[in-house]
């Protein structure tokens, strides 16, 4: 039961609209299916950072550490809210599905974006803290193989949710519709990037 209850708990948090949901669909719909992806990528690859330091047990000392929390918390939302203003201040998008320019130089821009964004998200943070943590606690019957196939399994789930994000947003017909409205959403994303800053300021 246990583990069908985890399975549906890292479900709802992945699918669940957020920061980098507005960060793959921007980076999708301005740069492109291969910055969708690379950014999907830096996602889970944040998503590790946060099953790390939950089995190393500093999740503890984050919980009961509030200048440590507010550190990671301010510098999250400061992030986010940059990743906005750039995007209201875009140009128009080009989306061309056929004929897509290599991203190999910009490639690891945009896996740093989805790698930061997640990591100073102080709401998968939380996550962790709540959920996962619970399974490497000294009050619990510690098994590694189920604690790593645990940390797997939502490392997996959030990288195949993003990617698929990614390639149905830059679909050929979706990308019709993206090149008549592309800048306005592009806009709407970064305002709710923006949005989402400010709510992590101003929220405890």
């Known amino acids: 039961m246990e583990i069908i209850s985890y399975a549906i708990i ?14 793959v669909f921007k980076n999708s719909v301005s740069n492109g299916r291969k910055a969708g992806l690379m950014t999907g990528l830096g ?8 099953i790390t330091y939950s089995i190393l047990g500093i999740s503890h000392l984050l919980s009961h550490n ?8 301010y510098a999250g939302a400061a992030y986010l ?3 906005g ?14 004929n897509e320019k290599p991203i190999s130089n910009s490639a690891k821009k945009y896996f740093a974006q989805g790698f930061l964004c997640n990591t100073l998200n102080p709401k998968t943070m939380l ?12 009050e619990s019957d510690n098994n590694s193989f189920f604690v790593l196939m645990c940390g797997l399994y939502i490392t997996l789930l959030h990288v195949a949710w993003f990617c698929l994000l990614a390639l149905v947003i830059t679909s050929s017909k979706a990308s019709t519709f993206f090149q ?8 709407v994303c970064g305002a709710g990037l923006v949005t989402f800053g400010i709510m992590l300021f101003t929220t405890d």
Not at 43 to 50: E, N, Q
Not at 66 to 73: D, G, T
Not at 127 to 136: A, I, P
Not at 180 to 187: D, L, P, S, T
Request: glycine content about 8%; charged content about 15%; overall charge neutral.
């Open 43 to 50: 996602i889970g690859l944040g998503i590790c950072i946060h």
């Open 127 to 138: 996550f962790f803290l709540s959920v996962f943590s619970q399974l490497v606690s000294p």
């Open 10 to 23: 890292g479900l709802l948090i992945v699918i669940s609209p957020g920061a980098d949901f507005v960060l």
């Open 85 to 98: 203003i750039t995007g209201l201040f875009s140009a128009k998008l080009e989306i061309d599905i056929e």
């Open 66 to 73: 509030e200048v440590i929390f507010s550190m990671i918390k």
């Open 180 to 187: 008549k409205f592309g800048r306005k959403i592009n806009q």
């Open 81 to 83: 809210i940059y990743l």
